[in-house]
């Protein structure tokens, strides 16, 4: 997170997320019956405005799908699967799209340098998760 958030530029709003992680189950979607009302209501309880405490939780949720989906592919592509059109490629391929999309929408691709900031994202990931599976070996598919 702080490697990404170095990279992009992302300030995250630390006094939002401490007012709003007590209340953070009340976002879920399934079980609301109207998600603006609901993020309204959110809103005056911890007195910030809804867009301020929108963008805030927004921004910080899609930066996690990124770091998500970026290590679901390093694990998945060093277990052996490579993106591609059938099966579970194709689902390798789609987490891909969904976290280039997010990336290029939120503008933090062209912030990281494109494939080359993708890349150290990997890079990254190996190196936090090496205390837990070891050393991974290097793989063309992440250089």
């Known amino acids: ?6 990279r992009t530029g992302v300030v995250v709003n630390e ?5 709003f992680g007590p209340y953070s189950c009340t976002l879920n979607i399934d079980e609301v019956d109207d998600i603006e ?25 899609e930066m996690f799908i990124v770091l998500d989906h970026t290590r679901t592919v390093l694990i998945t592509i060093s277990d052996g699967s490579l ?11 789609n987490i891909l799209r ?7 929408q939120r503008g933090w691709w062209d912030a990281m340098d494109g494939m080359n900031g993708f890349i150290e994202i990997f890079e ?11 050393k991974f070996p290097e793989y063309k598919s992440f250089r």
């Open 124 to 134: 990254q990931h190996k190196a936090d998760l090496e205390g837990i599976y070891g």
């Open 37 to 61: 009302t609901t993020w309204a209501e959110l809103a005056t309880k911890i007195d910030v405005p809804v867009d301020e405490l929108k963008t805030s939780i927004q921004t910080v949720k």
């Open 1 to 6: 997170m702080e490697f990404f958030q170095s």
């Open 83 to 93: 993106p591609s059109n059938v099966g579970g490629g194709g689902n390798v391929r």
């Open 98 to 104: 969904r976290a280039f999309a997010i990336m290029k």
């Open 15 to 19: 006094d939002v997320w401490k007012k």
